[in-house]
Nanobody, 126 residues
């Protein structure tokens, strides 16, 4: 049974950092793209970043480029999202998601992702 479990959310001050983790079980990461998404209150869920392969291909939303870094440790079956220089606008529930693909790239469109975690809350506030 394919499962994704996020952790690492919390309350942080503006300018601070957090590292989110997504543990994948029940499948191999070899043929899956993994994405991070977020949903703020009253807003639609949006793509943040994705990774395919052993990190050879990554993709970021413009709003997080230069601040967030996605990575993966296949030995641990874990995908990370390092978030630096956090802003109040980053406050949201963050989700990791996965879809099967043989292609080398990944994309941030929600509709393509078949498997989702339960989410972890990130709050950026002073």
């Amino acid at each position: 049974q394919l499962q994704l479990v996020e952790s690492g959310g919390g309350l942080v001050q503006p300018g601070g950092s957090l590292r989110l983790s997504c543990v994948a079980s029940g499948f191999s990461l070899d043929y899956y793209a993994i994405g991070w998404f977020r949903q703020a209150p009253g807003k639609e869920r949006e793509g943040v970043s994705c990774i395919r392969g052993t990190g050879a291909y990554t993709n970021y939303a413009d709003s997080v480029k230069g601040r967030f870094t996605i990575s993966r440790d296949d030995a641990k079956g874990t995908i990370y999202l390092q978030m630096n220089s956090l802003e109040p606008e980053d406050t949201a529930v963050y989700y990791c998601a996965a879809y099967w693909t043989f292609r080398p790239e990944c994309f941030l469109a929600l509709s393509g992702y078949a498997y989702w975690g339960q989410g972890t809350q990130v709050t950026v506030s002073s």
